[in-house]
């Protein structure tokens, strides 16, 4: 069996400022209280036993992607391979789009994909929210300290008076207000006396910064809004980008690694702690943010707002559909968390963004399915054969292996029988050039079973084909002494007719036509593939088990996998070919 895992880990710029880091002993002096928590609670910790730590930070507001699954692996794996711990963090910080079922379906996938955060009995889940009386008592530190002060414009007014990537921003009328004020403000603020909207604390650093982001970015804003976990208490929360490096200071985590849109907040992330620290909430050494880039796969969206409006719209069935590129629809559409895995490691942690086509996804499920998937025999397009010289009540074994690759999985049988089921294209009345399947006169060989002639096939009143004749010769079955008396060019696959197992096939492809479905302006929902779903009606080889999330490879068709939805007619999934078939 080919072993698809890689012993020695490869390299790039993440592991070699990891690597560095221990090297020089920057996070030596690292302590750990068991919980996260500010200067006052780390203090007098002991030394974290961790040599790194890491995150996984999702906002529970929708389904995670296969753009998730790159950061999954890349913070799990590295604190996995230096000696550390990665925390799964829920930033719950934006009441009106986070849900429950979201939190639960993040840890459902963190878990399926083959990463925990429990370490030595502890569990290294967190969420924001637990954070917020922490937030609120920096935010006010801050205001005391001279460094944010309370803004009543409009938010119209902020962004007219940002200034531009050219020209400096304008100082706010409140920014020069006394702290006692901001910080009354900011009480009331949190007391819910303020309506949304009518004023916000901004942090006070530089209105002329080249980085708009430095132009006194706001820091909490009113929100009467419930949230999934803290309910009414709050009608003020924090923004992402200043409760992110909090959150990274209180879990103590050494590599805050992040994708590279955030790189413009980096100043900002220094800025917010340095500042903590100056004032006594927060000790050293402090977490880095390093940025890698976002992977952006061909023929997908993987934004939020679109997967959702596709899924509120009912163009696809659902988070789980099997053509979205949320880990649940791949999960269900066949893929596995080795095949996810191989792929986050193939295409690597870089600065640069670039696109990855979609085939080298599906490249990394047939090589993880193909060393260990049960082999079998689907028709998906039935079409009768019928062997006029065989007994109408005689049947016989026929076998295979299980797996060619992997004898130790066993063999396969199968009952060879007059009426056979075979896939349509296998039959050509006026076959085209180089076509070596069946056509009136010719030869192929029954797959593990007989060679056959062709002689003939029988039509309705439409002129549709409703059957194929053919007569078999005899000392000809795969396996016998006789089998390679006659050679013929074509080999087709079969199911017998009378022992088959029926079964829905769901045929899917590609969710857009277009590689860039959601690049420069286009309408993406003008780009969807009206292909990308088919449903038929075909035959299984029988004593298939088609328990749910079972894969097998479907000899010439490919690798499929059981719906959890199937009934007592199975519905399987096709999850990919046998290979490209957009090249």
């Known amino acids: 069996m080919t072993d698809f895992s890689t012993d020695v880990p490869v390299s790039n710029f993440l592991r070699t400022i990891i690597e560095n880091d221990l090297s020089a002993g920057r996070y030596q002096s690292k302590k750990w209280a068991g919980v996260p928590g500010p200067a006052s609670v780390q203090a007098n910790a002991p030394k974290d036993s961790a040599r790194i730590r890491t995150r996984f930070p999702p906002e529970p507001n929708g389904y995670l992607h296969i753009g998730h699954a790159k950061s999954i692996c890349l913070n799990f794996g590295l604190a996995r391979d230096y000696g550390g711990i990665c925390h799964l963090r829920f930033d719950d910080t934006n009441p009106e789009k986070e849900e429950q079922e979201y939190v639960d379906a993040i840890k459902d996938t963190v878990q399926w994909l083959g990463f925990s955060w429990t370490n030595n009995g502890q569990e290294n889940m967190y969420f924001a929210s637990d954070y917020f009386e922490y937030m609120y008592d920096f935010a006010q530190a801050l205001i ?13 007014e902020m962004r007219a008076n940002r200034g531009t990537l050219t020209s400096p921003g304008t100082n706010s009328p409140w ?26 604390l901004r942090a006070k650093i530089d209105m002329a910064s080249p980085n708009i982001n430095m132009r006194d970015p706001v820091i909490y804003r009113i929100r009467h809004a419930e949230h999934h976990r803290t309910g009414n208490q709050w009608p003020i929360y924090p923004m992402y980008t200043f409760a992110h490096p909090i959150e990274d200071a209180l879990e103590t985590i050494t590599h ?4 590279l849109e955030f790189e413009d907040q980096r100043p900002f992330y220094e800025w917010v702690l340095e500042k903590l620290v100056s004032l006594g909430k927060l000790n050293e050494p402090l977490p880095r943010q390093y940025e890698f880039a976002r992977l952006n796969l ?3 969206v993987t934004s939020k707002r679109k997967l959702l409006q596709l899924v509120k719209e009912n163009h696809v069935n659902g988070w789980d559909d099997p053509r979205l590129p949320t880990l649940a629809g791949l999960r269900r559409r066949g893929y596995t968390p080795e095949s996810l895995r191989l792929f986050c490691d193939r295409i690597g942690v870089s600065k640069s963004d670039s696109r990855i086509d ?18 079998a025999v689907a028709v998906l397009d ?6 006029t010289n ?57 797959k593990y079973g007989y060679v056959v002639r062709c002689t003939g096939c029988v039509k309705d009143e439409q002129g549709n084909i409703t059957e194929v004749h053919a007569e078999y010769l005899p000392d000809t079955k795969s396996g016998t002494p006789g089998a390679d008396s006659v050679k013929v060019k074509g080999n087709i696959t079969w199911v017998s007719a009378k022992f088959a197992q029926p079964a829905t096939f769901r045929i899917y492809d590609r969710l857009f036509t277009d590689a860039h ?67």
């Open 144 to 156: 005391q300290g001279g460094y944010a002060y309370i803004d009543m414009q409009s938010p119209e």
């Open 175 to 200: 920014r020069d207000r006394p702290a006692e004020e901001s910080l009354q403000l900011f009480i009331e603020m949190r007391e819910g006396k303020h309506p949304n909207g009518s004023m916000a």
């Open 256 to 259: 805050s690694i992040c994708t």
């Open 298 to 300: 061909n023929h997908v």
């Open 358 to 375: 979609y085939s080298v996804l599906e490249q990394a499920l047939r090589d993880s399915l193909d060393p260990v998937a049960d082999r």
């Open 382 to 387: 039935p079409l009768k054969l019928v062997i």
């Open 390 to 446: 065989y007994p109408e009540n005689q049947q016989e074994e026929c076998s295979a292996p299980k797996n060619p690759h992997n004898p130790e999985q066993g063999r396969r049988s199968f009952p060879f029988t007059r009426e056979l089921w075979i896939e349509r294209d296998d039959f050509r009345e006026e076959p085209p050039k180089k076509y070596f399947r069946l056509f009136p006169g010719n030869q192929v060989r029954l």
């Open 517 to 583: 479905p959601d690049g420069h302006d286009k309408d993406f929902l003008a780009c969807i593939n009206p292909n990308s779903m088919q449903t038929v009606q075909g035959w299984l080889e029988p004593g298939t088990q088609t328990t749910p999330g079972a894969h097998w490879q479907f000899e010439r068709l490919g690798y499929f996998t059981v719906d959890p939805d199937s009934g007592e007619i199975p519905v399987i999934n096709r999850s990919v070919t046998l290979r490209d078939s957009w090249i």
